[in-house]
């Protein structure tokens, strides 16, 4: 496999009343924790091992997202090394109401190939 693949996409998530602040928008932490399900679904890519997320960079908002909003998270592979990978997760979300496609956020992960007791193990690229 080159070092790094095209965008794929690894989660498509309707956002739900159960998802909001009292704003009236999906919570940040709601995202981010589709970021890192979407980092692990591009890593799998890699090998069914265990991966787990060992970092991820700034997360900058770009928009909001709101309530019936399908929102859509790509994983690309940037960077193979022997016992992690790099990802970069985008996130669009689709609006209810108009159906316009917006950038919402970006976050790229480092996630780790890990034996049953957490320690970091080679895999085959």
Known sequence: MSPTSARRLALR??????????YGTIFGGVILSYIDQAGFVEARHHGARR???AAIDRVDFKAPVHVGDIVNFY????RIGTTSVTVLVEVESEREESGAVVPVTAATLVMVSVDEAGRPVAFAK
């Open 13 to 22: 998530v309707t956002m739900m009343p159960r998802d909001t602040n009292h």
């Open 51 to 53: 991966w787990v997320t």
């Open 75 to 78: 994983g690309t592979t940037t």
